[in-house]
């Protein structure tokens, strides 16, 4: 299946060297992924192709306005609806899986102090990037994107490094080192080197426990541990405490 993923902007140039940049290029130019631009502004009835307006009853900034943004919606057809806002759902990988196996997308990006309140009414979801406030919607737009693209089965072709990455499953990445050996002193450590699958296998998950534990103890809690998983936890604890004494 080829995805389709549509994005409503009045600054549809800001993607321009984002779709054509290093692997989300090639799944571009392999057509892996369709992605077309729908300037909002196109929207507009007036002379002025005015966008926003002053909010009702006052305050700071302009309101994007309802008219042309539905509009732009409509015009994009059949799909799941997303509105970018910092007042959404918090964007995850779960939804990121989920999202990556619709047919459509349509991502409709705020501007200015954001959108008529009327355009909820149009969408499917409203999605967060987190708890800070952007610009634009464009940039989670493209975090959307790419999180979402890089599941299609044909984007990596590495299914094994989508299963072991942070958040495939709850955990955060084990760390990861490359040549060479020492590097101002820091050495990779000796298990690595060792060749012994099973080892390095156990030290991963060992890893990958400790940093969701100490980085991410929300995520932490909600996990269900085995008896080999409070072994290895145990044992990449220890060898934190041997290397960094209290
Ligand atoms: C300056 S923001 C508007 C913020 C709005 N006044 C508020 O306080 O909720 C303009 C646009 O940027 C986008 N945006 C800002 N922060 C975002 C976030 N954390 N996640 C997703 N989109 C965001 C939205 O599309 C929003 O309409």
Redesign the pocket.
């Known amino acids: 299946m080829t995805q389709t993923i549509k994005i409503l902007t009045l600054f549809p140039e800001v993607f321009d060297s984002f779709l054509g940049a290093g692997l989300l290029g090639k799944a571009v130019e392999r057509s892996v992924v369709r992605v077309e631009r729908i300037d909002i502004r196109a929207f507009t009835s007036d002379v002025h192709r005015t966008v926003d307006d002053a909010p009702y009853g006052g305050g700071a900034g302009m309101l ?1 306005k309802a008219e042309p943004a539905v509009e732009a919606l409509e015009s994009a057809g059949e799909g799941t609806r997303i ?6 759902e918090p964007f995850t990988q779960e939804l990121a899986r989920t999202l990556a196996g619709r047919d459509t997308l349509i991502l409709l ?7 008529d309140e009327r355009v909820r009414r149009f969408v499917d979801m409203e ?11 464009e940039v ?1 737009a493209m975090a959307v994107i790419e999180s979402v693209v890089r599941l299609a089965p044909t984007f990596l072709g590495n299914e094994a490094s989508l299963c072991e990455e942070s958040h495939a499953a709850g955990l955060l990445e084990y760390p990861q080192y490359t040549r060479p050996p020492s590097f101002r002193g820091l050495q990779v450590p000796e298990v690595l080197l060792s060749g012994n699958h099973e080892r390095i296998r156990r030290w991963r998950r060992g890893q990958a426990l400790l940093a969701t534990k100490t980085k991410r103890p929300d995520l932490f809690e909600k996990l269900e541990l085995g008896d080999e998983d409070r072994e290895l936890l145990d044992e990449a604890e220890m060898e934190a405490a041997a290397k960094d004494p209290p």
């Open positions: 994007m509105l970018l806002t910092p007042r959404g990006c705020g501007r200015y102090e954001g959108i999605l967060s990037l987190g708890d800070f406030v952007l610009h634009g919607g989670a």
